[in-house]
Nanobody, 123 residues
Framework: QVQLVESGGGLVQAGDSLRLSCSAS????????MGWFRQAPGKEREFVAT????????SYADSVKGRFTISTDNAKNTMFLQMNSLKPEDTAVYYC????????????????WGQGTQVTVSS
């Protein structure tokens, strides 16, 4: 079992920055690759970024490349998503998730999910 808890969401203006955190726990969480997804109202959940705990693999959706940075702090068992130059279209509930294999960009490959944190970007 892997437990994931997100934090750091909020209401910001376009152009601002936010950093999301995902705290991981459980006996086997380090064997999983980690990812961030988001879901806007009326839309499907979409891939944002993924990383392995050793940082050996990471990937981003084209829509966030160059603005968002995914990272991990192994000492704190925490994954981060630094979001810069935020746009109104980034408004969504952001979820962290864990997958048994690295490189997964489809939500169906992720086994464990956090409860989500709301990010709202006003124009």
């Amino acid at each position: 079992q892997v437990q994931l808890v997100e934090s750091g969401g909020g209401l910001v203006q376009a152009g601002d920055s936010l950093r999301l955190s995902c705290s991981a726990s459980g006996r086997t969480f380090r064997s999983y690759a980690m990812g961030w997804f988001r879901q806007a109202p009326g839309k499907e959940r979409e891939f944002v970024a993924t990383i392995t705990w050793n940082g050996g693999f990471l990937s981003y959706a084209d829509s966030v490349k160059g603005r968002f940075t995914i990272s991990t702090d192994n000492a704190k068992n925490t994954m981060f998503l630094q979001m810069n130059s935020l746009k109104p279209e980034d408004t969504a509930v952001y979820y962290c998730a864990a997958a048994p294999h690295s490189g997964a960009t489809l939500s169906r490959y992720y086994m464990y999910w956090g409860q989500g944190t709301q990010v709202t970007v006003s124009s």
